[in-house]
């Protein structure tokens, strides 16, 4: 299973960005997919969760700011970032549950996309 992040780029304060991860591979479902965030120096942290069902949880800085969303169909998890400020700047991150034939239920990762926010 491989899971492809784009969308990220340099943006001004006060805009906006949608990041999209899409998992490919033998999938045969996916239970929670995340967005998880790293700004130098830090800890990665995680930013948005989405469970199978349309549960949907994110963390208090970006809350009212941020929307996750998925697409069962594409096997595609997509996060919508409004009115962006400096301290979102970050390398993000995306997480799934994933099921697959040969290995059952594992988690995995993909690559980073580079957030920047700035005048």
């Known amino acids: 299973v491989q899971l492809q992040a784009s969308g990220g780029g340099l943006v001004q304060p006060g805009g906006s960005l949608r990041l999209s991860c899409a998992a490919s591979g033998s999938i045969l479902g996916i239970n929670h997919m995340r967005w998880y965030r790293q700004a130098p120096g830090n800890q990665r942290r995680l930013v948005a969760d989405s469970r199978s069902g349309g549960l949907t949880n994110y963390a208090d800085p970006v809350k009212g700011r941020f929307a996750i969303s998925r697409d069962d169909a594409k096997n595609t998890v997509y996060l919508q970032m409004n009115s962006l400020k400096p301290e979102d700047t970050a390398v993000y991150y995306c997480?799934?549950?994933?099921?697959?034939?040969?290995?059952?239920?594992?988690?995995?990762w993909g690559q980073g996309t580079e957030v920047t926010v700035s005048s």
């Open positions: 997480n799934a549950d994933v099921a697959t034939a040969g290995l059952g239920l594992r988690n995995y």
